[in-house]
């Protein structure tokens, strides 16, 4: 599996955008990239995945350069609600044995 | 639709004594399932990843055990635990025939709160 390296921690204020970068160097052909979010005391939960280029949706975007050896998170006009811990992890799809290895992931602090 | 049901919720237990944590999942069929945990202020440890029946993979050494009697209960036990087995853990599912609407998503349960003292 692809090792993962992200930021401990991120501070930001309400309203702001908030970009987390996750380097994956050894990322392999098949491989997803995929972020969750985990609130305290919950399970994680999926916030978006990608392969390459540019993905949004309404909670998320992630942008993957060409070379895909690293992936970035953002998120617009932060809350906080979205004070939370969010795991970038890399791997194949489901169907092809992806154990869901999490790392430490970055933890996010909005402040008012 | 798909659920995942994961209890007790709490649980304080001595150290010796043994545990089981139950897993069941609902909505789906051949599902992967997984058990973590997760120490105060740290990332989730993968402990155990099945992708079918007696089909049980052990990530971590250690004094607990997985067993997977149906397609959609999963359950871990200890005979003995011990004081670092306190912590948070967590039963996830994944689709394991590819018919989720994204390839790497897998949803998890409310968690169990571990206290051994």
């Known amino acids: 599996l692809a090792k993962t390296t992200q930021p401990i921690s991120m501070d930001s204020y309400e309203g702001q955008e908030v970009n987390i970068t996750c380097s994956h160097n050894?990322?392999?052909?098949?491989?997803?990239i995929t972020w969750y979010q985990q609130f305290p005391s919950q399970g994680p939960r999926f916030i978006i995945q990608?392969?390459?280029t540019k993905v949004t949706n309404e909670v998320a975007s992630l942008f993957i350069p060409a070379d895909r050896k690293s992936s970035t998170l953002s998120l617009p006009r932060v809350s906080l609600s979205d004070t939370a811990v969010y795991y970038c992890?890399?791997?194949?799809?489901?169907?092809?044995?992806?154990?869901?290895?999490f790392g430490a992931g970055t933890i996010l602090r909005v402040k008012s | 639709s798909q659920t995942i049901h994961q209890w007790p919720a709490t649980l304080v237990q001595p150290v010796g004594s043994p545990l089981s944590l139950e897993c069941t999942v609902e909505?789906?069929?051949?599902?992967?399932l997984y058990w973590y945990r997760q120490a105060a202020g740290r990332g989730l440890q993968l402990l155990f990843y099945?992708?079918?029946?007696?089909?049980i993979s052990s990530e971590v050494p250690q004094n607990l055990s997985a067993s997977r009697p149906q397609d959609r209960q999963f359950i871990l036990s200890s005979k003995k635990l011990l004081l670092s087995d306190s912590g948070f853990y967590l039963c996830?599912?994944?689709?394991?025939?590819?018919?989720?609407?994204?390839?790497?998503?897998?949803?998890f349960g409310q968690g169990t709160r571990l206290t051994v003292v």
């Open positions: 996830a599912w994944s689709s394991g025939t590819g018919g989720a609407l994204v390839d790497t998503e897998a949803f």
């Open positions: 050894n990322i392999a052909t098949n491989d997803y």
């Open positions: 990608g392969y390459k």
């Open positions: 992890l890399v791997g194949p799809s489901m169907e092809y044995g992806n154990k869901l290895v």
């Open positions: 909505g789906t069929s051949n599902p992967n």
């Open positions: 099945s992708i079918g029946i007696d089909q």
